[in-house]
């Protein structure tokens, strides 16, 4: 996690906030025995932080998240003036796009499932395949896919200087800068904004936070399983999972379907062949809200997803029981969603470039996949 | 206009606050002279309210609107889970797209430019020929339109019967009605939301109301221009337009660029020989958000589109200080723009249809005129 402890809007910062929940935890022990369940649940995962997160190196500020969020929403931002941030991470539909593969630039499908955006601030790194160290860096991808949104970095600096509402936006964004108007700068404040969209107390968090009733029986047993059969072992931590890369089959490769041969995941990053097929573990925060599954968007139900994953990474056969148990307790990870204001945004000056929703060079989605620029 | 004076949202009605504005002119006149002006402005125009209109047999609830916002947003009532009213008439743009014509399904083309939602309950009818007696009858078009947003009245009532919260929010939003969840209420819901997006206290406005300084002495001449030029005989009322058909090119027609001889306009809606090339004329409310200007979208620049105005409706070889002027004055007309927070939307079930992204069968523009749906 990229987290520091100071910023002018973060007030605790997600480590401070999960030793209040221990202290909650072990006061709720002193009155009633120890239940073990509840404690092995606060070894494993932290609750998500009420308050806005600090970035590292990229202070929060109250200017910052409010022209993060005017870009997030600006289609401008891309070639054809239609496609924004919220087009593929609809911050009204659980931070994704609910939709197998993304509709980008030409109506061209991208190769992988949208993540969704909701406490990405908390993933260790961004992407299916983890090839950028942090929001700021993810950020600066999807405008320029050819198959997202199309636009170069000159294009999206053409535009914002076009109008003067921008410009003061970036001077009062990043005050003291020669020249705050950059491309980086658009990506910061885009992960400004994005950092406040966390989800907070899902009932699960609740529950680690010492409300051992708000579980039920059932929802209890599927959060033992869940760390039993060794789910646990990847999807831990604040976000259930998004902290490191494991192979899709650990134990056995789902079939073509699920797992297409032609996307390798982090092996193009790295080149390393025991990376052929690796990804990082998905966080599993609201999970309920961002069907279809998987880095390939195959699979719509939850339930098959958790049986899918109980073969290719445990070798465990789970019972029907077991999977409605499991998928029971996932649901719990649903939190409060963020209320967000869409912006009023600035009008296009006779500066602006005009809207080109041509499509230059088409590409096929298996040449897509080569392009990191265009791959989730 | 399609309003009733009681409503359980609406306060004043929009004859009301004329009323009252009327009123506030007359205090000012005892104080000073007689502004011919400030007088003859009054008689032409009217602000827009400050408060919810009330639509004829709608009545404007805050259930109904609640639910209004929700579908405005929902991609899923398109055939792709792609494109929502917002794709087409974006609250953050001057509710509007800002293209050329606006881009739908399978990324095809529609024939017409977006017209602006924004104050859109006040004009006499809806579409650029006015065939939509109402935005209820309105929004039902887009929904179905091929190049659009390619759905069906059965696919959308699938999509909102497959989610508990979606009945929820119809029963509440109807009630008393034996099956609230109709596609007739589907429109009706869209139309209370859009009654509600109104841009009222534009500086026009605060001077109509008897705030004489507000416009500087090139906007006071452009308004002067505007009603002596003969602008005002059909760009009157509330709207500044939206009331009344005419040709395009009353005097002398526009060139093919910009006036594409296969769309005739409200002749497809009459068959009356004196209807081709009629059009409704457009409400100028909040005009410098919304070029590209015409209904084929091809003029970007403001002062261009008073000049060709000029010579194709009245005759008119506009000086290039006139022109300054009252496109000076137009840009008077922009109002308070409505803050819509997104909503949060119910998730999609195991019964909800999944999205269909795929084309089925493509239609050319030129068909597409013919196509009544398809056409704005």
């Not at 995962?45 to 600090?54: D, Y």
């Not at 990506?187 to 907070?200: D, S, W």
């Not at 719509?300 to 070798?315: F, N, T």
């Not at 996932?330 to 600035?346: A, K």
Request: hydrophobic share 40%; with cysteine.
């Amino acid at each position: 996690m990229r987290l520091a402890a100071v910023s002018a809007l973060a007030i605790v910062s997600v480590f401070g906030v999960a030793a209040i929940a221990q202290d909650s935890g072990a006061e709720a022990d002193t009155a009633a025995p120890v239940d073990e369940l509840h404690q092995l649940a606060n070894e494993l995962f932290e609750p998500i932080p009420s308050m806005v997160p600090a970035v590292e190196g990229n202070a929060v500020t109250r200017e910052k998240v409010e022209l993060g969020r005017m870009l997030w929403f600006d289609p401008r931002l891309s070639a054809s003036g239609v496609l924004s941030c919220n087009s593929c991470h609809n911050l009204a539909m659980g931070g994704d796009d609910n939709l197998e593969t993304s509709i980008g630039h030409g109506w061209q499908r991208g190769p992988r499932n949208s993540p969704t955006v909701f406490n990405a601030v908390f993933n260790v790194a961004q992407f299916w395949d983890g090839r950028a160290e942090d929001l700021r860096t993810q950020a600066t991808g999807p405008i320029q896919a050819a198959v997202e949104m199309a636009a170069t970095p000159e294009l999206v600096l053409s535009v914002l200087n076009s109008m003067p509402e921008y410009q003061e936006r970036f001077a009062l964004a990043f005050p003291g800068e020669d020249e705050p108007l950059t491309f980086d700068n658009v990506a910061r404040a885009i992960e400004a904004f994005e950092a406040t969209l966390i989800t907070p107390a899902s009932r699960f968090d609740q529950y680690l936070e010492g409300n051992l009733n708000i579980l039920s029986d059932e929802e209890k047993e599927g959060l033992q399983l869940f760390i039993d059969t060794g789910c646990a072992g990847c999807h831990a931590g604040v976000n259930l999972g998004g902290q490191d890369y494991f192979p899709f089959g650990v134990v056995e490769r789902p079939g073509s379907e699920i797992l297409p041969p032609n996307d390798k995941g982090r092996f193009a990053v790295t080149q390393t062949a025991s990376d052929e097929y690796v990804f990082r573990a998905v966080p599993l925060r609201n999970v309920e809200l961002t069907a279809p599954y998987f880095h390939s968007g195959k699979v719509w139900d939850l339930e098959q997803a958790v049986a899918i994953m109980g073969v290719s990474q445990l070798g465990a056969d789970l019972s029907e029981e077991e999977v409605q148990a499991i998928s029971a307790f996932l649901r719990t990870l649903t939190g409060e969603q963020p209320s967000v204001e869409l912006p009023i945004l600035p009008v296009s000056t006779p500066e602006t470039p005009q809207p080109s929703p041509q499509v230059k060079n088409s590409l096929e989605p298996e040449d897509a996949v080569q392009d990191q620029t265009s791959v989730r």
